[in-house]
């Protein structure tokens, strides 16, 4: 007797059971991922220092000092990356922008970083897969730090002109492009021992919520200018236990 079981596509082994709620017409089924837990490319094509890139190379941080200078290596295989998207059967990818790989130090956009996500959003309107972008997952540039990260009101003001330059850039790309996610947002997440990534910059809502509040009004005050339709919001992290 051959019990060999019979072969399962990547769709079946990550779609919810029949019967789920997860099923009805109204869900969005997806998957996410952060920029610097895959990209890449660390050194590649203009993109500046972040604080994760500055808090793995600290003594006593990580576990055998690891990086994300290759991590998935998302940046070079990314439509393959995009095929396993397709052949998983979700509806939607929720992924974040580097803003140290799209804007340099001056302010001035970097084109070749700011191509890289193009290429991202046209490829899954191709795959007909719905965008979430979140302009920011926690890598704020290095040089933002250095002056005192989301402790100096000032990084409100870049990060508003980060959002507009995005709101630029991406339109008439990725048909399917249906959010903007602000930030992503970890709720009271503080170490007061200061072990946080570059110190400052994990921001927490119940400890500095002048600047939270403020900075997320400025790029609320953002003209966004990809499509009327597209929304734009938090992404909350949940912890559940």
């Avoid at 084109?111 to 899954?124: A, E, S, V």
């Avoid at 009271?188 to 990534?197: L, N, S």
Wanted: charged share 25%; aromatic share 10%.
């Amino acid at each position: 007797m051959d019990l060999t079981p019979p072969p399962t596509s990547l769709a079946d082994l990550v779609a919810p059971p029949a019967g789920s709620a997860m099923r009805q017409p109204g869900f969005v089924f997806g998957c996410g991922t952060s920029s610097y837990q895959i990209e890449g490319a660390a050194h590649e094509d203009g993109r500046l220092e972040s604080i994760w890139d500055r808090f793995c190379r600290t003594p006593g941080k990580v576990l055998r000092a690891e990086n994300g200078d290759v991590a998935c290596d998302h940046y070079h295989r990314l439509d393959e990356d995009l095929d396993i998207l397709k052949r998983l059967g979700v509806d939607a990818y929720r992924f974040s922008i580097a803003w140290p790989r799209v804007m340099h130090q001056d302010g001035q956009p970097n084109t070749r970083g700011i191509d890289f996500y193009k290429r991202l959003l046209d490829g899954l309107a191709t795959r007909g897969i719905r965008a979430f972008v979140t302009l920011y997952h926690w890598d704020l540039p290095q040089h933002l730090e250095d002056r005192g990260g989301w402790l100096n009101r000032e990084t409100a003001y870049r990060f508003a002109d980060y959002a507009d330059l995005m709101s630029r850039q991406l339109a008439g790309h990725g048909d399917r492009l249906k959010q903007i996610l602000r930030r992503h947002s970890h709720l009271g997440q503080v170490d007061p021992a200061g072990d946080a990534v570059g110190e400052s910059s994990f921001l927490v809502e119940d400890y500095i919520p002048d600047r939270i509040a403020f900075d997320l009004a400025r790029v609320m005050r953002t003209e966004f200018r990809i499509d009327d339709a597209v929304r734009n919001g938090l992404m909350p992290s949940l912890l559940l236990q």
